[in-house]
């Protein structure tokens, strides 16, 4: 029977961490580490990355790093495979890295369809495959990819970025299904609104932010270590029997449809 001691680390665990370089993902690279965890920090922008396994290894704990396009399907499965021959598995895999561009539908582009969609679903698919491959093959491992509450509820300029959040969701039932005979878990973290580098611009803007920060029935925005707690337990063996789920950190942004108190409540 797991110990309560045990039942959330990751001693032991190799996990792999995509976008790792900044926000929400160099968070979990640090709160994988502090549970124990070989911690591969991956980013297209190596020397965050590097930045963010310094980080690490100077708090004691283990990590390293390497640059990673996930838009590049080959040099996916030739680094997650390098680090799973390297350290004898690949445990689990963290995959956050997505771009939205705000604009209304109508005046989409090509060109901007294609790079969202490019990055967000394509790029999400590589490191799905590539770690699902090596998973299945070692009979064991947990994939975490990040989708949104824009894969739920939309606002004007989200449409393409919403579209992709909302493949993600179907992409990790899909390969939850899939891979589920072969021991492999997969699911996903949906935040709300977090303060990262890709939020400033609504942080800068202070009628945005605060009406971002009232959707959530906690009247704030989420910090990137809040993130980290959701992603471990669906690394660990906690959440042994949790596959093909969409874990929503949203501060109940989801939850309440308005935020009228009706009389006498």
Same mark, same amino acid.
């Given at each position: 029977?797991?110990?309560?001691?045990?039942?959330?680390?990751?001693?032991?665990?190799?996990? /792999?961490?995509?976008?790792?370089?900044?926000?929400?993902?160099?968070?979990?690279? *640090?709160? &994988?580490?502090?549970?124990?965890?070989?911690?591969?920090?991956?980013? +297209?922008?190596?020397?965050?990355?590097?930045?963010?396994?310094?980080?690490? &290894?100077?708090?004691?704990?283990?990590?390293? =790093?390497?640059?990673?396009?996930? &838009?590049?399907?080959?040099?996916?499965?030739?680094?997650?495979? *390098?680090?799973?021959?390297?350290?004898?598995?690949?445990?689990?895999?963290? &995959?956050?890295?997505?771009?939205?561009?705000?604009?209304?539908?109508?005046?989409?582009?090509?060109?901007?369809?294609?790079?969202? $969609?490019?990055?967000?679903?394509?790029?999400?698919?590589?490191?799905?495959? =590539?770690?699902?491959?090596?998973?299945?093959?070692?009979?064991?491992?947990?994939?975490?990819?990040?989708?949104?509450?824009?894969?739920?509820?939309?606002?004007?300029?989200?449409? +393409?970025?919403? /579209?992709?959040?909302?493949?993600?969701?179907?992409? @990790?039932?899909?390969?939850?299904?899939?891979?589920?005979?072969?021991?492999?878990?997969?699911?996903? $973290?949906?935040?709300?609104?977090?303060?990262?580098?890709?939020?400033?611009?609504?942080?800068?803007?202070?009628?945005?932010?605060?009406?971002?920060?009232?959707?959530?029935?906690? *009247?704030?925005?989420?910090?990137?270590?809040?993130? @980290?707690?959701?992603?471990?337990?669906?690394?660990?063996? /906690?959440?042994?029997?949790?596959? *093909? =789920? $969409?874990?929503?950190?949203?501060?109940?942004?989801?939850?309440?449809?308005?935020?009228?108190?009706?009389?006498?409540?």
């Amino acid at each position: 029977m797991m110990s309560k001691q045990s039942r959330f680390s990751l001693d032991g665990k190799n996990v /792999a961490v995509v976008g790792a370089g900044s926000g929400i993902a160099a968070a979990v690279a *640090g709160g &994988c580490a502090d549970e124990g965890a070989r911690v591969a920090c991956l980013d +297209i922008d190596g020397f965050a990355a590097e930045a963010t396994a310094r980080s690490i &290894c100077d708090a004691g704990g283990d990590a390293e =790093s390497d640059s990673l396009d996930i &838009c590049d399907g080959a040099a996916v499965t030739a680094v997650l495979g *390098g680090i799973s021959e390297r350290l004898g598995s690949l445990d689990a895999v963290v &995959c956050s890295p997505s771009i939205n561009v705000r604009k209304p539908m109508l005046d989409y582009t090509d060109e901007d369809f294609d790079r969202v $969609v490019g990055l967000n679903l394509k790029g999400s698919l590589h490191v799905m495959q =590539s770690a699902g491959r090596l998973m299945a093959a070692q009979g064991s491992g947990s994939i975490i990819m990040f989708s949104s509450i824009r894969s739920l509820v939309v606002e004007p300029g989200q449409s +393409i970025y919403a /579209a992709t959040k909302a493949g993600i969701a179907q992409m @990790v039932r899909t390969l939850a299904a899939e891979l589920g005979p072969s021991g492999v878990r997969v699911n996903a $973290v949906a935040p709300g609104v977090v303060e990262t580098p890709l939020t400033e611009p609504i942080k800068s803007n202070q009628a945005w932010y605060s009406a971002y920060a009232a959707k959530s029935v906690l *009247g704030r925005w989420a910090s990137t270590d809040e993130m @980290v707690g959701p992603t471990i337990f669906l690394a660990s063996d /906690a959440a042994s029997y949790v596959t *093909g =789920s $969409v874990l929503i950190v949203d501060g109940g942004w989801t939850a309440a449809d308005g935020r009228f108190t009706p009389p006498g409540m």
